[in-house]
C-alpha cells in the first residue's frame, strides 16, 4: 500500500503543479492586468473593446470602432494616472488619445494609426479610415501593452 501510494502522489500532484506553472506564465505574459484591474477600471473596458476588435464575427465597422475604442480608453486610463481629472471631458475628448500616446512614448505610426482612428469616429464617417482592421487590432494591442507597462 505504501509503495502504491508513493507512485500516486507524484501523479496527483502533477495537475496541481501545471496549473501553477500555467497561472504564472499566463500573469508573466499578460503582465499585471490581475492586479491593475481594481486600480484601472478603464484598463477593463479597454480589454474588452480590444477583444471585440479581434472578433472576427462582427462588422469591419464595429471592429474598427472597437480598436479606437481600446485605444481612447487606454490614453484616458494614463492621462488619470497623471492627475487630469476628466469628469468633465466629453467623450471622446480632444486631446486625451494625443497626451496618453506621448505619455506611453508610442511610436510615431501607432499615433499616426490612432489619428486615423480618432478623425474617423469623430466624422461619424460610413467609410473605413485609411488603416485595415488588422493594423487598428495591433496599435490597439501595443497600446494596451505599453499602457499596462507604464501604470504597473
Given at each position: 500500500?505504501?509503495?502504491?501510494?508513493?507512485?500516486?502522489l507524484p501523479l496527483l500532484l502533477m495537475p496541481a503543479a501545471f496549473a501553477?506553472?500555467?497561472?504564472?506564465?499566463?500573469r508573466l505574459i499578460r503582465g499585471c492586468r490581475p492586479k491593475c484591474d481594481a486600480r484601472y477600471p478603464r484598463l477593463v473596458m479597454s480589454?474588452?473593446?480590444?477583444?471585440?476588435?479581434?472578433?472576427s464575427a462582427l462588422s469591419q465597422h464595429t471592429r474598427m470602432w472597437c480598436a479606437f475604442e481600446s485605444i481612447y480608453f487606454c490614453c484616458l486610463e494614463v492621462?488619470?494616472?497623471?492627475?487630469?481629472?476628466?469628469?468633465?471631458?466629453g467623450h471622446p475628448a480632444a486631446g486625451v488619445m494625443h497626451a496618453g500616446l506621448t505619455s506611453m512614448a508610442a511610436s510615431p505610426d501607432e499615433i499616426a494609426t490612432a489619428q486615423l482612428l480618432a478623425e474617423w469616429v469623430h466624422e461619424t464617417n460610413p467609410r473605413l479610415?485609411?488603416?485595415t482592421v488588422g493594423e487598428a487590432c495591433k496599435v490597439a494591442k501595443s497600446v494596451d501593452r505599453k499602457t499596462t507597462r507604464l501604470l504597473s
Open positions: 500500500m505504501n509503495r502504491l501510494m508513493n507512485q500516486l501553477v506553472i500555467g497561472f504564472t506564465l499566463g480589454s474588452i473593446y480590444l477583444r471585440d476588435a479581434h472578433n492621462v488619470v494616472a497623471r492627475g487630469l481629472d476628466v469628469t468633465e471631458l479610415p485609411g488603416v
